[in-house]
C-alpha cells in the first residue's frame, strides 16, 4: 500500500514552484480520492485485485484518438478500441489490405555504373560517387505502395437519460479480450470485443443491465468515399477494389445478431431497437492470395452464425492462451495496479517504480506478436497489422534495415517460435525478385534486397543512397532462417527451408565483395551505415563508402552460419571451405584512435553523432561476433561506442532505444539496461503502451520485450547464462518459459538480487553448459527431462 500512495504522490510531484495554482487544483483531488480508494483496498482481498489487474491494461475513459485506443487481433484481422459511450468506434485491419501491384523497376544503368561507383569510392571522390548511384543504380518506383485500413465500425447508442459513471475501458492480455463498461443511470452497459483466429473473426458482445436497454445504429464506412456499402438481411456489406484499382480488392462482412428487441435498415446501416444483448460478427477478405474475397468472407462468416458466443469466445482464448501462458513473468511488487495504466505511466515519468508495470509492458509485447503474427500470415508490418487512414507512415511497409528484424528478435527467446514462420516464409518468398535483382543490377548470382519492401516483394533500391544504396537486407534477414534452426535443431526445416536460402544469399555476397586495391581485403560496397552520414576530408557530407563495418558485420554472420548449416546437413563441404576463405579475407572490425568501433571504413566526422542507427555494433546484437569471452577488445569499444551516441542524444526514437537496451544485456550491464529501459516507456511509449518512434511503430515493443529477456537469459555464445544483467531494481522475481539456443525451456527464481533456483527443461537432449556469474556447470540432458538446480548451480 505504501507504494501506491507514493505512486500517486509522484503524480502531485511539483514540476515547478507554481505548480499548484488553479489549473491543478482539480488534479490534485483527484489523486486525493485515489489515495482514499488505495487505503480502503486493504487485505487479502486488495491483494486478489491487484494480482487479476497484472495482465490488464485499463482506463477511467475512453480513447480520445488513435495513439489511445486498444488493439486486438488474430495474426490477420485487428482492430483499434476506442470505447466511446455514445457512439463506439473499431478502426479495422486486415493483413493483405495493401495498394500497389508487382513490378520491376531495376535502373538499367545500374549494372555499368557498378565498378564506376566503387572506383570513385576508392578513390574519396564520395560526392561524385554518391551522384552516380543516384543517377545511374537507384530506381525510379513508379507504382506506390501503401498498407491501408480495412475500414471503421461504428456503433451509434441511443442511451437513457442519465449521468455516465463507473467507466471502465481494458484490454485483458491473458485471454485477449478487451472490454468497455459504464452505467448511465441506473442501467450498465458493458461490451466485449476480440478477435478470433480459430474463427477468423472479430467478435462483439453489447450487453446491458436491464432487458431492452439497447438501441441504436450499426454501420461500416472506409475513408475516401470509394467503398460500396450495402445492407440486407441483418448483415452490411463493404466492398472496394484498393489504390483506385491498383491494389487488393476487399470484403468485409457485418453480421447482426439480437436477442429481444429488433432490427431494421436504415440506408446503409443496421438499426437496432430495445435489444438485450447484440453480437456483431466481422469478417474480410482480400483477393491477395487469388481467392474470391466476396466467396471467403462469406464463408467465414457462414461457419460461424450459429455458433453460441461462449463457444466463440472459449475457442479464442484457448488458441490464444496456447501462445501465451508459455511465459510467466514477476519482477517484483507494486501496487500499480491498482491505477489507470496512463496514470502508472505518468506516475513512471516522474519517478515511481512499478515493476508490474514493466512486466505488463514485456508480455504487452508478446500479446502484440501473438496477434500480429501467426502461421500462414504476412509477417508483422511497421505498425504490426494495426494502422488507420489510406497513408499510414512509411506506408507501414516492410523495412528490412532494422524494422522487421527487431519485429521479430523476441520470437524464438520469449517462446513464439511458431510465429517466427511468417518471416521466415517472406524472406523465401522475396527470392524470386531478390535474384532477378541480383542478375539483372548487378550481374551476379545470388539474392540481394535493400532497404524495404512490400508484400508484392520488391527488392531493388529506389531514393536517396543515404538509406537506400544497402544491399544486406536480404543477408541480415536470412539471420532469422539460421536462428529458428538453433532453437529448434528441425534438420527438416533447414533442409527445405533455410539452407536453400542461406546458401544463396552467401553467394551474392561472396561474388559482391571485392578486394581494396590498397589493403588487399575483401570489402562492401558500394554501401552505407543504414541511413547515417559522415564529413569527408573535403567537408563535403557524404553516405556512401567501400567497405562500411556493418556490412562486414552481416557477411561474416552470415557466411559462418552457412558453413555450419551445410556441415549439419552434410552437404557442400567445397561450397563451405570457399566461404572459409572469404571470411579469412574479409575486412576485420577495426577499433578507432579514440577506443570507438570505427563506423566505417576511415575515422570520419559525424554531423549526427547522436544518430538513431548503431548499426556498426551488429555484430554485439543481434550477432555474436562481440562478447566477453572471445573478444574483450571489441566488447570495450562496443562499450564507448553506445555511450558517446548516448552522450549525444542517441536513443531518441522507440525502437532505436529498444536496440540500446539489447546492446546494453549483451554488455552484461544490467543497470545501464534498465535505465534505458525507464528512458522507454518515460520517453518514448503512448499511454496504450504502443512504441512511439514518433509516430507509432511496433518494433520498439517488440525490441524491448527481447531486450528484458536479454537481461534475464542469454545463449548466443555456447552457454545458458543466467541472469546476466539483472538490475539492482528487480530484487526478486522470477521468469519462466523463456527458450534458450538448443532448446532449453528455462525458469529463473531470484531472491535478494541472486539465483535462487532454476529449472531446464530439455527439449532436444542436448548438452547444457549453464553459467551464473563466473561459475560454469556442464549437464547431458535427456530429451523431455528437467533438471533443477539451486543458486550454487548445485542439483535441487
Known amino acids: 500500500m505504501l507504494l501506491g500512495i507514493r505512486l500517486i504522490l509522484s503524480l502531485i510531484k511539483p514540476k515547478s514552484p507554481t505548480m499548484f495554482i488553479k489549473p491543478q487544483v482539480h488534479y490534485f483531488s483527484v489523486c486525493v480520492n485515489l489515495i482514499c480508494l488505495l487505503l480502503t483496498s486493504t487485505g487479502s482481498s486488495a491483494q486478489s485485485t491487484g494480482n487479476k489487474n497484472d495482465l490488464k491494461l485499463w482506463f477511467n475513459q475512453p480513447a480520445t484518438n488513435w495513439n489511445e485506443a486498444l488493439p486486438v ?74 498498407y491501408q485500413t480495412l475500414g471503421d465500425l461504428l456503433i451509434d447508442f441511443d442511451l437513457p437519460k442519465g449521468a455516465i459513471s463507473n467507466y471502465r475501458r481494458q484490454l485483458d492480455i491473458d485471454s485477449a479480450v478487451a472490454s468497455v463498461q459504464y452505467n448511465v443511470g441506473k442501467v450498465s452497459f458493458s461490451r466485449e470485443i476480440f478477435s478470433s483466429a480459430p474463427d477468423q473473426a472479430i467478435i462483439i458482445l453489447l450487453s446491458a443491465s436491464e432487458p431492452g436497454a439497447i438501441t441504436g445504429n450499426v454501420s461500416l464506412s472506409r475513408p475516401g468515399n470509394k467503398a460500396r456499402i450495402e445492407a440486407a438481411n441483418n448483415e452490411i456489406v463493404m466492398s472496394e477494389h484498393v489504390g483506385d484499382g491498383v491494389g487488393v480488392k476487399m470484403v468485409a462482412r457485418l453480421k447482426v445478431v439480437t436477442d429481444g428487441g429488433s432490427t431494421t435498415i436504415s440506408g446503409n446501416s443496421i438499426h437496432i431497437q430495445k435489444a438485450s444483448f447484440v453480437t456483431l460478427m466481422l469478417t474480410a477478405a482480400t483477393d491477395y492470395r487469388k481467392g ?106 516492410y523495412h528490412i534495415n532494422i524494422n522487421i528484424q527487431m519485429n521479430y528478435w523476441p520470437s524464438e527467446i520469449t517462446n513464439l517460435s ?92 561472396v561474388n559482391w565483395l571485392v578486394e581494396n586495391p590498397e589493403t588487399k581485403q575483401l570489402v562492401s560496397g558500394p554501401s552505407i551505415s543504414p541511413e547515417n552520414r559522415f564529413i569527408t576530408k573535403k567537408g563535403d557530407t557524404a553516405t556512401m563508402v567501400m567497405g562500411p563495418t556493418m556490412d562486414h558485420m552481416i557477411i561474416r554472420d552470415l557466411l559462418t552460419n552457412t558453413i555450419a548449416a551445410a556441415r549439419v546437413l552434410g552437404k557442400d563441404v567445397v561450397f563451405a571451405k570457399k566461404l572459409q576463405s572469404v571470411i579469412g579475407r574479409l575486412a576485420p572490425t577495426k577499433i578507432g584512435s579514440d577506443g570507438r568501433i570505427m563506423e566505417w571504413t576511415e575515422e570520419f566526422a559525424e554531423p549526427e553523432p547522436g544518430h538513431r542507427h548503431i548499426s556498426h555494433l551488429f555484430g554485439l546484437y543481434p550477432g555474436r561476433q562481440i562478447n566477453k569471452q572471445q573478444t574483450p577488445e571489441l566488447l570495450q569499444a562496443a562499450r564507448k561506442t553506445i555511450d558517446y551516441r548516448l552522450s549525444h542524444g542517441g536513443g531518441h526514437t522507440g525502437w532505436s532505444r529498444a536496440w540500446i537496451i539489447n546492446y546494453f544485456a549483451r554488455l552484461q550491464d544490467g543497470e545501464a539496461a534498465y535505465e534505458n529501459l525507464l528512458a522507454l516507456l518515460k520517453k518514448s511509449t503512448l499511454t496504450n503502451l504502443f512504441d512511439n518512434h514518433p509516430p507509432f511503430q511496433i518494433d520498439g515493443n517488440f525490441g524491448a520485450t527481447a531486450g528484458i529477456t536479454e537481461m534475464l537469459l542469454q545463449s548466443q555464445a555456447g552457454e545458458i547464462n543466467l541472469l546476466p544483467a539483472l538490475p539492482s531494481a528487480w530484487k526478486n522475481g522470477y521468469i519462466h518459459g523463456i527458450v534458450a539456443r538448443g532448446g532449453f525451456d528455462i525458469g529463473i527464481d531470484w531472491e535478494d538480487g541472486k539465483l535462487k533456483n532454476v529449472t531446464i527443461l530439455s527439449k532436444l537432449g542436448n548438452v547444457a553448459h549453464v553459467r551464473y556469474g563466473n561459475q560454469v556447470i556442464t549437464i547431458k540432458t535427456e530429451k523431455g527431462n528437467t533438471y533443477s538446480l539451486d543458486g550454487m548451480l548445485r542439483k535441487l
Open 73 to 146: 487481433g488474430n495474426g490477420r484481422l485487428g482492430a483499434m478500441i476506442f470505447g466511446g459511450t455514445a457512439t463506439e468506434r473499431l478502426q479495422l485491419n486486415e493483413e493483405t489490405v495493401w495498394t500497389g501491384k508487382d513490378t520491376d523497376f531495376i535502373n538499367p544503368a545500374a549494372k555499368t555504373a557498378l565498378p564506376q561507383v566503387r572506383k570513385l569510392l576508392f578513390a574519396g571522390r564520395y560526392a561524385e560517387a554518391q551522384k552516380m548511384a543516384e543517377e545511374k543504380i537507384m530506381g525510379i518506383k513508379k507504382v506506390n505502395s501503401s
Open 292 to 397: 474470391d474475397p466476396a466467396q471467403l468472407s462469406a464463408d467465414q462468416l457462414s461457419s460461424i452464425a450459429n455458433k453460441k458466443y461462449d463457444e466463440i469466445r472459449k475457442n479464442h482464448i484457448a488458441d490464444y492462451q496456447q501462445f501465451f501462458r508459455r511465459v510467466d513473468i514477476n519482477l517484483g511488487a507494486s501496487d500499480g495496479t491498482y491505477f489507470p495504466t496512463d496514470t502508472r505511466l505518468q506516475a513512471m515519468q516522474n519517478g515511481y517504480t512499478d515493476p508490474k508495470l514493466i512486466g505488463l509492458y514485456y508480455q504487452f509485447g508478446r500479446y502484440l506478436l501473438i496477434s500480429s503474427s501467426r502461421p500462414g500470415s504476412l509477417p508483422a508490418n511497421l505498425q504490426g497489422i494495426w494502422a488507420d487512414g489510406l497513408n499510414p507512415p512509411w506506408g507501414a511497409d
Open 418 to 509: 511458431e510465429l517466427h514462420m511468417p518471416f521466415l516464409q517472406f524472406i523465401k518468398e522475396l527470392q524470386p525478385d531478390a535474384r532477378k535483382t541480383a542478375k539483372e543490377m548487378y550481374g551476379i548470382d545470388g539474392t540481394v534486397a535493400h532497404f524495404t519492401t512490400d508484400p508484392w516483394h520488391f527488392t531493388e533500391p529506389y531514393g536517396h543512397p543515404q538509406w537506400a544504396m544497402w544491399p544486406m537486407g536480404f543477408a541480415w534477414s536470412a539471420q532469422h532462417l539460421w536462428e529458428h534452426y538453433l532453437f529448434t535443431e528441425d534438420k527438416t526445416y533447414l533442409a527445405d527451408l533455410a539452407y536453400p536460402i542461406l546458401k544463396e544469399a552467401a553467394t551474392f555476397c
